[in-house]
T-cell receptor, first 115, second 113 residues
Framework: QKEVEQDPGPLSVPEGAIVSLNCTYS??????FMWYRQYSRKGPELLMY????GNKEDGRFTAQVDKSSKYISLFIRDSQPSDSATYLC???????????????FGQGTILTVHP | GAGVSQSPSNKVTEKGKDVELRCDPI?????LYWYRQSLGQGLEFLIY????????KSGLPSDRFSAERTGGSVSTLTIQRTQQEDSAVYLC???????????FGSGTRLTVV
């Protein structure tokens, strides 16, 4: 069993829909939780990060972490065709407040938002 | 430079040949990471370098894989005696010390024929 599980989709929604993307994990030592967006033939780019449990909002994006359930979510409101990409969850153990230490990624969910 | 630069962007090699992949991180970033992404898969950790500390090589899949980072900057990932299962996109990322996100390059797409 993988440490991080993510439904690969694909997920297809109409423009304006609310999108929900999710990951589950098994390693209780994970403390930092991130979402990356990856366009075709590009490297992933950091979209959101959250420390421990809780919610974080940034524009149309909301990240949620529930450590008790080992479950994280990314919500996209008013989805746009430009949101079409692969979304990868990633997580990391605490490294004394530094950025060091490997990220463990989910498989990625392919999202298409059609006009 | 403005971002993480990787070269070549594409590489086709014959089975059994050695290949070298290069990564130029963002200037001043102390940590550098290599990941591999196979078709339809997430990112698989390979190795990371942190300042002057010994690298974490725990993700390297076999002894055919090695990497070095010279002068705390440029890194080279070497794959010896390439196999078809090595075909993937090899991604490099760097980060400053106190940051929780990496900046990735666009990757090197390696095809072993």
């Amino acid at each position: 069993q993988k440490e991080v599980e993510q439904d690969p989709g694909p997920l297809s929604v109409p423009e304006g829909a609310i999108v929900s993307l999710n990951c589950t994990y098994s390693n209780s030592a994970f403390q930092y939780f991130m979402w990356y967006r990856q366009y075709s033939r590009k490297g992933p780019e950091l979209l959101m990060y959250t420390y421990s449990s809780g919610n974080k909002e940034d524009g149309r994006f909301t990240a949620q972490v529930d450590k008790s359930s080992k479950y994280i979510s990314l919500f996209i409101r008013d989805s746009q065709p430009s949101d079409s990409a692969t979304y990868l969850c990633a997580m990391k153990q605490d490294a004394g407040g530094t950025s060091y230490g490997k990220l463990t990624f989910g498989q990625g969910t392919i999202l298409t938002v059609h006009p | 430079g403005a971002g993480v630069s990787q070269s070549p962007s594409n590489k086709v090699t014959e089975k059994g040949k050695d290949v070298e992949l290069r990564c130029d991180p963002i200037s001043g970033h102390t940590a550098l990471y290599w990941y591999r992404q196979s078709l339809g898969q997430g990112l698989e950790f390979l190795i990371y370098f942190q300042g002057n500390s010994a690298p974490d090589k725990s993700g390297l899949p076999s002894d055919r894989f090695s990497a070095e980072r010279t002068g705390g900057s440029v890194s080279t990932l070497t794959i010896q005696r390439t196999q078809q299962e090595d075909s993937a996109v090899y991604l490099c990322a760097s980060s400053p010390q106190f940051s929780y996100g990496y900046t990735f390059g666009s990757g090197t797409r390696l095809t072993v024929v």
